[in-house]
């Protein structure tokens, strides 16, 4: 796995996160098991980072309603994006 913290040009942050065939692999085999986290503290960031895996969008989110340690606040932001035909 690649873990990058940047700033663009126009000074807005970026996560870079790469993941290898092997991590792929992890994630598709524990499908709403299986979490990747980056700690804030590691690249100097202000928010820990879950990367995780489902069949689809509506998976992915009932893995996050589902999950007790997702603290939803009313400034929570949540983006379920549509899915992509092929």
Do not use: C, W, Y
């Not at 692999?25 to 100097?44: H, S, V, Y």
């Not at 960031?45 to 998976?59: I, K, Q, R, Y």
Request: hydrophobic letters at 50%.
């Amino acid at each position: 796995m690649l873990k990058v913290t940047l700033t663009n040009p126009d000074g807005s942050k970026a996560l870079l996160i790469g993941l290898s065939f092997a991590n792929l692999d992890a994630l598709r085999a524990g499908a709403g098991a299986t979490f990747i986290k980056i700690q804030a503290a590691q690249l100097g960031l202000s928010h820990d980072v879950l990367v995780f895996a489902g069949e689809t969008e509506t998976h992915l989110a009932t893995i996050v309603a589902h999950d007790p340690g997702a603290q939803f606040t009313p400034d929570s932001v949540v983006s379920v994006s549509k899915k992509v035909a092929n």
